[in-house]
């Protein structure tokens, strides 16, 4: 993902008051603000710390689970009170993990009834791993995973050892969550349409960001500079959609969207909306979430960046979307 986003040209005009009217970012504060902000500088090293919790868990995921393609295995997934790892398959059980940022503890589940629970607090990565493997083994789930971090080039410190990282804001991380839920749903109302092959909406917690991915159903050219993790997520072409605190180039949260191999004139494409732009440093369309929330409506802004760049992948790709769309269905209710 990014490292510093190109200046952004607001095309926006600062509108002129009106008596006993409010705007649509001051009235949504007002009602608690379903949009929050949260600037990735005032939560930084806790989301730095929550980032390795979640590979943390994720490993042991990783670890256990059967191979999915495309590493579909791995992922989290967004929950109604935090991200978990689902149910994972052990000897004759199951297992599941879940980051609660409601209460603000790490729950542990099985199948046969048992029940354990990390509180999160500030605390070291090392001590978050000692105290979960400690609790794995008290409940009989022994597992081994490769200690050091992964898409963190900045970061070679092993999670075992790592007394660096120990930052945990509560309330930002009960924010974030806010804001994937939200993406969360707009990308899953994004998926419905499409009949071809799609994957799950799910967090990666090697990328930290919220993904889904179409596929057009044709192989794409092998990439030799692709290490074997990455020939195999990009085996097939593809127009992949997702949400992401920021990072490096790109400052905040932001939507992004790319195509895979990218087709000729998609970095010019006309998408919607005007603030939406390219990035030539990471070759994809973003819209920053601070921009999406400023929106009337936030939700149309993000679904006009979700489509608008899909369609121009897939259009310039020359994708059968004739076989791969269907319209929107108007949902039938149970009476």
Partial sequence: MPSS???LKSTASP???RP????PESRRAKAGDPWPALPLASWKDTCDTLHLWTQIVGKVKLALSPFVNHWWHVALYVSPRGLTTGHVPWRAGHFAMTFDFVAHELRIETSDGAES???????SVADFYRELFDTLGRMNINVAIWPMPVEMPDNHIPLDRDQTHAAYDAEAAHTFWRMLLLADRALKEFRSPFIGKCSPVHFFWGSFDLAVTRFSGRRAPVRPEFDGIMREAYSHEVSSAGFWPGGGAVADAAFYSYTVPEPPGFRTAAVRPAQAFYSFQLSEFILMYDDA???ASPERAVREFLESTYEAGATLGNWDRAALEQAPEVPVRAK
């Fill in 15 to 17: 509108a002129p008051a």
């Fill in 293 to 295: 929330r400023a929106a």
């Fill in 5 to 7: 986003p190109p200046p």
């Fill in 20 to 23: 006993r009217r409010s705007s």
């Fill in 117 to 123: 629970r990390l509180h999160l607090r500030p605390r």
